[in-house]
């Protein structure tokens, strides 16, 4: 589905990403994980289309497409979503306006009429159960106000009204109080299908006690020095980062 | 007259424009109207027409409207349509009493169509002054003399026709009036426009004034309209502004208010190609309150210029005060808010916000808050900004798959809002919505956004 192959990308002149390979099928939760300035939500925003990062080597190809070519827009409308770690706030635009919005590029894109009004209520409903958000939400400005756990929430609920092919969660569990985490987290659980995909970026072990991935991966310094099962984020979150930053020194 | 003239030169044109013409212009009217020209005219020659730079027009230059040559008519023209059509509103649900005006002259058939409740008094200036001569003799002329401007005293000199409106004690309108002005000729033309509008005490009433141009002329339109708002009346007054881009707009507009009042205005500029508004608000009673808003998208060459004074007169009033512009191409605009707190105006409270948007490098904004302070004892606050499209906003929308031009489009809406939704009349606020959406999509003809099916 997703497949990285030695991805390089700069912020500023400063080169973040040093040559990423990663290979993501269908069906398979990955999980990146890694210290602070690793490169986590560089490789996030690289792979949505954020133009803050420039990519200055390497492939990225998304279901046999060449993702670097395509517009954020087009990212999404392919099937790529992405998490916010830090959801922007949206003062005047009315959550249900951009979701409808959303949703209808998306089906333009695939060459389908708009939704109705009453389909698309009703499908605001049905997706609002996924993570238990509330009303009030829905009819507020996008983000506005929101507390942190609420932002998150309502990231995972967008996620189930695109219902996209590869969803990268980047730190959604940072900020959340337990049992906000366990919402998120049964929230994406429920969205899992054996035809999508999740990459979920995170600096603690914890999200992956709700959320059990495939494999793991270490960043470090923008390449990834280690690859296992589940177990190496157990093994990870005993030894410290430190472990890694030893053994990649070595 | 000719593009390269200066200032000085276009008073000297005016003012031997009014000596040429007295007997022109004070025919048919009383003394208790005419009896301002002379002591304007004066005034007008030691105001003259204000020059680019000086401390109020410091981003605008009115020679951009004044200098473009411009024919005089001091008699009404035939108001040549079909009132049928034109008198349908193109809103379904926004249902108003409406007046048509054409080039600052009463439509004298009015009455026939506006359906107004009896007790209302909507009736050219020319007609008030006979007919209502006390109410005309206690309002005319007295805040406009308050605060001595160039282009108002210009205005008072020549002014024949325009608008009358009573809202006698009491009494509540159900629903808005609305005011049609037309600009429209086979020539080049400067309209001086004079209304004068009296809320009664306890009375309720929303004014929506939409002003059109028709032909593709210049034209220069300078409005005076004065308000008084009396003991504890709601006021609401709404101007569209939608003329074409060879048209000069300069509107001033004072509002008195007694105590306990309540007013709202909110101008929206969607087109013109160069506009000037001064609102004057005076809160002259205690517990009165004063919202002004207004709103502007411009694109091409426009120019957009926003001057209000907010005067705390007296404790314990209230005003907000909201302006928001979208400039696109090479657009120009400018903001200048002053709001003064007299010394014994304790409690008062005073909040002002401009934001400006600058979708490209070329267009330009400049904002300048004015607070002066003499109470101690209040609450104020102003913040201007100037800036883009919030760059992690737009991604956010285009990550969930929301097209480029279609992202921009919300945050500009969403940007506007914040102004349209102090709408007191919601199916204007839709209205409002629908307008500012087709402007910004750049899907607003002329006189597609009109409210008058003239063609």
């Known amino acids: ?250 | 007259m000719s593009d390269l003239i200066d200032n000085n030169t276009m008073k000297y044109k005016l003012i031997s424009l009014y000596q040429q013409n007295i007997p022109a212009i004070r025919e048919g009217l009383p003394e208790n109207m005419n009896k301002y020209r002379e002591p304007a005219m004066r005034e007008f020659d030691r105001l003259g027409i204000p020059e680019k730079g000086e401390e109020k027009y410091k981003y605008t230059d009115l020679m951009k409207a004044f200098g473009k040559g411009y024919g005089y008519t001091f008699k009404a023209t035939n108001i040549a349509v079909d009132s049928k059509t034109l008198f349908q509103c193109s809103v379904p649900e926004l249902d108003t009493h409406t007046l048509l005006l054409e080039n600052g002259w009463f439509y004298q058939k009015n009455q026939e169509h506006a359906q107004l409740p009896k007790e209302i008094v909507a009736c050219s200036i020319r007609d008030a002054a006979v007919n209502y001569a006390a109410l005309f003799e206690k309002h005319y002329n007295q805040q406009a003399a308050e605060h001595p401007e160039g282009i108002s005293t210009f205005n008072t000199a020549f002014a024949q026709d325009g608008m009358f409106l009573y809202i006698p004690d009491g009494f509540v309108l159900e629903k808005p009036i609305q005011i049609i002005n037309l600009m429209r000729g086979s020539n080049p033309l400067l309209v001086n426009q004079r209304n004068l509008i009296v809320a009664g005490k306890n009375s309720q009433s929303k004014i929506i004034v939409c002003d059109h141009t028709l032909t593709q002329h210049h034209f220069l339109s300078n409005t005076v309209t004065e308000v008084f708002v009396d003991e504890n009346a709601v006021f609401d007054f709404y101007n569209i502004q939608n003329q074409h881009n060879q048209s000069s707009q300069l509107t001033s507009l004072y509002i008195q208010q007694m105590k306990g009042s309540n007013t709202l205005t909110n101008t929206l500029t969607l087109h013109g190609g160069f506009v000037r508004n001064n609102i004057f608000v005076k809160l002259a009673e205690e517990h009165s309150e004063a919202h002004v808003y207004g709103l502007a998208l411009i694109d091409g060459k426009q120019h957009v210029d926003n001057y209000t004074f907010i005067d705390h007169a007296v404790p314990n009033c209230q005003s907000t005060e909201m302006y928001k512009n979208v400039l696109d191409d090479e657009a120009t605009g400018a903001f200048n808010g002053r709001i003064l707190v007299r010394r014994d105006a304790q409690k008062t409270k005073a909040f002002q916000s401009n934001k400006n948007i600058c979708l490209t490098p070329t267009a330009r904004f400049y904002t300048k808050p004015q607070l002066e302070i003499y109470a101690d004892d209040v609450k104020c606050s102003h913040g201007a900004t100037i800036g883009q499209i919030d760059e992690e906003a737009l991604f956010y929308l285009q990550s969930r798959g929301i097209g480029g031009r279609e992202a921009r489009m919300m945050l500009m809406y969403a940007f506007a809002y914040e102004v349209i939704r102090n709408i007191r009349v919601p199916v204007l606020t839709e209205r409002y919505g629908e307008l500012v959406e087709k402007r910004l999509r750049g899907e607003l003809s002329r006189c597609e956004g009109c409210f008058v099916h003239c063609n």
């Open chain 1, 1 to 250: 589905m997703l497949s990285i192959k030695n991805l390089k990308a700069s912020v500023d002149g400063k080169e973040i990403l040093k040559g990423i390979n990663l290979e993501v099928k269908v069906g398979e939760v990955h999980a990146i994980m890694g210290p602070n300035g690793s490169g986590k939500s560089t490789l996030a925003g690289v792979l949505a289309g954020n133009s803050r990062f420039d990519v200055t080597e390497g492939t990225v190809s998304f279901n046999d497409k060449d993702l670097l070519l395509l517009a954020p827009e087009d990212r999404a409308r392919e099937g790529l979503f992405l998490s916010f770690q830090y959801p922007v706030e949206i003062p005047g635009v009315s959550m249900v306006n951009f979701m409808k919005t959303a949703v209808n590029e998306h089906r333009k894109y695939l060459g389908k009429e708009p939704m109705s009004a009453g389909d698309f209520l009703k499908m605001l409903r049905d997706k609002k159960q996924v993570v238990e958000i509330d009303d009030r939400l829905t009819s507020r400005s996008v983000n506005e106000g929101f507390s942190g756990g609420e932002k998150k929430k309502n990231e995972i609920f967008q996620m189930a009204m695109l219902e996209p092919k590869l969803s990268i969660l980047d730190e959604t569990d940072s900020g959340l109080d337990i049992d906000a985490l366990r919402i998120v987290a049964n929230g994406v659980n429920k969205l899992k299908t054996a035809e999508n995909a999740t990459i979920v970026i995170t600096h603690y072990q914890r999200l992956l006690d709700y959320i059990v991935p495939d494999v793991v991966h270490i960043l470090y310094q923008g390449q990834i020095v280690k690859t296992g099962g589940k177990e190496l984020a157990l093994e990870l979150e005993a030894k410290g980062y430190d472990w890694i930053k030893d053994e990649v020194k070595v």
